[in-house]
C-alpha cells in the first residue's frame, strides 16, 4: 500500500471530523428533546395551577369546592408515609445490602437472593399494592393506615437501597478493607468504622432515588385503601384528641391519610374542570417535592465526598 | 549454616504450602525469621513472596477458597499462626503489616494512628495521644505532621502516608512487622527514608520484606530468602547469598541473568 499523500490524509480527517459532528448535533437534539419535555411539564402545571398558589392552597383540606380544597392532607400524608418509608427500608436495606458484600459466603443461596432483588425491582408496585393489602392490612392488623402505606412503600424500594448500597461498597478498594483487617479488625468493626461511612454518600443517593419514586407512587397506595376525601390530620403526639384523652407517641401510624398523588388523581377525575387548576397546582408541589430531595441528595453527596478520597 | 552467633527464632515455616483454589501458589517452604533482624524476600514476579507473607498474618482467610498446609510456628508460644483453631484476628493483633501502595483510610492523621488501639478497645483520651505520638516518632514522621494531627490522611504525600501506615502498625506494638514492597509506588528519596526507618526499626522488631529491588535487599537486610515459581531456592545470610549464593537460580537471577 502506498503511503498517503497529505490531500488524501486531510480528506480522512475531514470525513472523521464530519461525523464527529453529526453526532454532536444528533447528542445535543436528544439532550435538549429530554428537556424540554420536563421543562414543558412543569411549565405547564405551574401556568395551569398558578392562581392555586396561595397560602390557603396548603393550609386547606379537601372540598368540595375546587376553589377552597387544599392539599394540606395530602402533602402531611405523603411526608409521614415517606418517614416510615424510610425508617423502615433504609436500616434493612443497608444491612442487607452490608450483608451480601461483606458478609455473605459465595454460594447457591447467595446467589439466588441476587437474583431474586433484582427480581424484586422489576415486580409492577400494583403487585405490591395487592401483597401488602393481604399481609399488612388484613393479616397484620394495620388498617388502611400510614403504617400499612409506608411499609408498603419500603418494600417497593428496599431493592434500589439494596443495589446502591451493594454498589457504593463495591467502590471501596479493597486495600482499605486489607488495612483495617491487617490491624486486627473484625469484619463488623471494619464495617463501622470504614465500609459504611466511606459507603455514605452512594447509600444516600440510593436512599433519595428511592424515595423519590416511592413519594409518587399512586397504585399501591390505592390499593391498600387510601382514602381520596379526608379532612383531618393524623394525632400529633402527645396532644389532645377527642374525649379528652392524649395521643400516643405514636398514635399517627394507625391514622387514615391520603398522599399527593391520590389526591391529584381524585382532582383529575372529577367532572368540574375548575378541580383542573387543583390537579396541576399539586403536581407542580409533587414535582417540587421531588426536585428538592434530589437537590438534597447531591449536596450531602458532594459534600461527604470531598473528604473521601483513596 | 550452624553458626554460634545464629539468634533467636522470631518464627518458622515448615513444610508451608498455599493454595488459591486448585492452584499451587507455595510449595513446600522451610525458612526461620530471626528474631529482631530484617528478613528480605526476593524473586521475580509472581514467585509467590507476597503470597508468603500474606500467610504470616492469614490475610488469604479474608478471600474464599485459598488453603494453607504446613505450619508457620511463632515464638515464643510456638503457635501454628496457620491452625484453624488460631483466630487470625488474634494472629493480626500480633503481626502488622504495610501494604505496597500507601493505604491510608480517609481519616485524619490521628485517627489513622489511633485505629488500631481504638480496635483494641482503647478510647483513654490520654492513652491514645501518647500511643499515637510514640508511633509517629518511630515510624519518622512526627516532626512532619505534629502540627496538623486532624488534617486528613490522603492529602499527605507518598512517602508521607507510607510512613503513616507503618505508624499505623507499629502503634499497636506488633512482635513481627510485615512489609510487601513498601517502596514500588514511591520516589527514590521517600524509598530512602523507608529504609533507613526499616533499619531503625529492627532494633524493637522482627521484620519480613518482601522487595523486587535487590539493592534495597541488600541494604536493608540481614537474611535473604530466593524464592521461584514458588519455591525457596535459598535462604542465607544477605552476604552470602549476594556475594557467594550456593544455588546456580539464585547466582542468575542476582547476576541479572534471569528475572
Known amino acids: 500500500m502506498k503511503p498517503l499523500t497529505t490531500e488524501q490524509i486531510r480528506a480522512v480527517i475531514a470525513k472523521g471530523k464530519f461525523r464527529d459532528n453529526l453526532f454532536k448535533a444528533v447528542g445535543v437534539f436528544c439532550l435538549a428533546f429530554a428537556l424540554l419535555v420536563i421543562v414543558a411539564l412543569i411549565a405547564d402545571m405551574l401556568i395551569k395551577g398558578s392562581e392555586r398558589f396561595t397560602l390557603d392552597f396548603f393550609l386547606n383540606f379537601a372540598s368540595r369546592r375546587a376553589t377552597q380544597a387544599g392539599i394540606l392532607s395530602a402533602w402531611v400524608g405523603s411526608l409521614l408515609v415517606m418517614l416510615v418509608t424510610a425508617l423502615a427500608a433504609v436500616p434493612l436495606g443497608v444491612a442487607a445490602g452490608l450483608y451480601l458484600e461483606e458478609y455473605a459466603k459465595r454460594n447457591w443461596i447467595t446467589n439466588i437472593i441476587e437474583i431474586n432483588i433484582t427480581n424484586l425491582a422489576a415486580v409492577p408496585s400494583i403487585v405490591y399494592g395487592l401483597l401488602a393489602l393481604g399481609i399488612f392490612v388484613y393479616q397484620f392488623g394495620f388498617g388502611q393506615s400510614i403504617l400499612s402505606a409506608g411499609l408498603t412503600l419500603a418494600l417497593l424500594i428496599l431493592p434500589i437501597i439494596i443495589v446502591a448500597t451493594r454498589e457504593a461498597i463495591r467502590a471501596i478498594p479493597a486495600m482499605i478493607r486489607e488495612g483495617s483487617m491487617a490491624v486486627g479488625a473484625t469484619r463488623w ?66 391514622s387514615p391519610f391520603t398522599v399527593m398523588p391520590i389526591q391529584i388523581f381524585n382532582w383529575t377525575s372529577r367532572p368540574d374542570p375548575a378541580f383542573e387548576v387543583n390537579a396541576a397546582a399539586a403536581g407542580f408541589v409533587l414535582m417540587a417535592m421531588v426536585l428538592s430531595m434530589n437537590a438534597v441528595a447531591i449536596y450531602l453527596r458532594y459534600k461527604m465526598r470531598k473528604n473521601i478520597k483513596w | 549454616m550452624q553458626i554460634h552467633d545464629t539468634p533467636a527464632l522470631k518464627a518458622e515455616a515448615r513444610n508451608l504450602n498455599f493454595y488459591y483454589s486448585e492452584k499451587q501458589a ?59 483453631d488460631v483466630d487470625p484476628i488474634e494472629v493480626r493483633m500480633r503481626i502488622g503489616m504495610v501494604f505496597q501502595k500507601p493505604n491510608p483510610f480517609p481519616k485524619t492523621i490521628f485517627e489513622n494512628v ?146
Not at chain 1, 465500609?195 to 390505592?222: C, H, K, Q, S
Not at chain 2, 526476593?42 to 479474608?62: A, E, Q, V, W
Not at chain 2, 510487601?180 to 521517600?190: G, N, Q, R, W, Y
Request: with cysteine.
Open chain 1, 189 to 254: 468493626q471494619t464495617c463501622r468504622y470504614h465500609i459504611v461511612p466511606y459507603a455514605m454518600p452512594g447509600i444516600l443517593t440510593g436512599v433519595i432515588i428511592g424515595l423519590a419514586r416511592a413519594i409518587g407512587e399512586t397504585a399501591p397506595i390505592i390499593t391498600i385503601g387510601a382514602l381520596t376525601f379526608i379532612a383531618f390530620l393524623p394525632p400529633v403526639p402527645f396532644s389532645e384528641i377527642d374525649g379528652g384523652a392524649t395521643a400516643g407517641m405514636f398514635d399517627w401510624v394507625m
Open chain 2, 26 to 84: 507455595l510449595k513446600g517452604i522451610n525458612m526461620p525469621i530471626y528474631d529482631k533482624k530484617v528478613t528480605a524476600l526476593i524473586g521475580p514476579s509472581g514467585c509467590g513472596k507476597s503470597t508468603y507473607l500474606r500467610s504470616f498474618n492469614r490475610m488469604h482467610d479474608l478471600y474464599p477458597g485459598n488453603r494453607y498446609e504446613g505450619e508457620i510456628r511463632f515464638f515464643p508460644d510456638n503457635t501454628n499462626l496457620l491452625s484453624p
Open chain 2, 114 to 259: 489511633a485505629y488500631g488501639l481504638r480496635v483494641r478497645g482503647e478510647n483513654n483520651k490520654r492513652t491514645l495521644d501518647d500511643k499515637v505520638e510514640h508511633a509517629l516518632k518511630g515510624a519518622a514522621i512526627w516532626d512532619e505532621v505534629k502540627d496538623r494531627l486532624q488534617d486528613m490522611a490522603p492529602n499527605l504525600s507518598g512517602g508521607q502516608q507510607q510512613r503513616l501506615c507503618i505508624a499505623r502498625a507499629l502503634a499497636t506494638d506488633p512482635e513481627l512487622l510485615l512489609f510487601d514492597e513498601p517502596t514500588s509506588a514511591l520516589d527514590p528519596i521517600a524509598t530512602g527514608a523507608i529504609e533507613e526507618l526499616v533499619h531503625e526499626l529492627k532494633k524493637r522488631v522482627t521484620i519480613l520484606i518482601v522487595t523486587h529491588n535487590m539493592q534495597q535487599a541488600a541494604r536493608v537486610s540481614d537474611y535473604t530468602a530466593y524464592m521461584y515459581l514458588g519455591e525457596m531456592i535459598e535462604f542465607g545470610k544477605t552476604d552470602q547469598i549476594f556475594i557467594k549464593p550456593n544455588d546456580k537460580r539464585t547466582e542468575d537471577y542476582i547476576t541479572g541473568r534471569m528475572g
